[in-house]
């Protein structure tokens, strides 16, 4: 008994010592001091992480429909290469790349299994993101397109 408290404890342990901190950046000034610059409309300015970007078109198709599962088709991109969404029914989350040339590709992504009266939009989604070699931005539009520059994937950010 004592020997499985004292391995749980240094199992413990070991998982919090591997655990990193935030890094304050507080103290990161120059000589004017902090930069006080805001991007009013960060989608405008073609960066595509931190925005809720809503799909509103895919192979062509205006989405709409998602209202019976109550949840917005999205993608949202984060800084450390990872994207998080739903396909209107399912949670789901990987990683994407992004290259020179504004080309991008995504991981396969993995997602939760629940099963929803229609599944079409969601599988038609996550298929989609599979063919996506492309991005580009006009103003609060991100379009995603396929190897050939077809447009296959439409979103708006999120007001």
């Known amino acids: 008994m004592k020997k499985n408290i004292i391995i749980i404890s240094l199992a413990i342990c070991t998982f919090l ?6 890094k304050d950046n507080s103290a990161d000034t120059n ?8 991007v009013k409309d960060h989608a405008s300015s073609g960066i595509i992480t931190d ?5 509103i078109e895919i192979t062509g198709n205006a989405v709409s429909g998602y209202a019976a599962q ?30 020179d040339g504004n080309k991008i ?15 079409t939009l969601e599988n038609d989604f996550q298929t989609t993101l599979q063919q996506v070699a492309n991005y580009s931005t006009d103003g609060a539009t991100l379009s995603l397109m396929n190897a050939v520059g077809t447009t296959i994937a439409k979103f708006e950010a999120a007001k």
């Open 17 to 22: 010592a591997c655990n990193s901190t935030p």
């Open 51 to 55: 925005i809720q970007w809503n799909l």
């Open 31 to 38: 000589a004017t001091g902090p930069d006080t610059t805001v």
């Open 70 to 99: 109550n949840k917005q088709p999205y993608l949202k991109f984060t800084n450390d290469n990872r994207v998080e969404g739903t396909g209107g029914c399912n949670g789901m989350g990987g990683s994407y790349a992004l290259a």
């Open 105 to 119: 590709s995504f991981s396969e992504m993995m997602s939760t299994k629940m099963a929803c009266p229609d599944m």
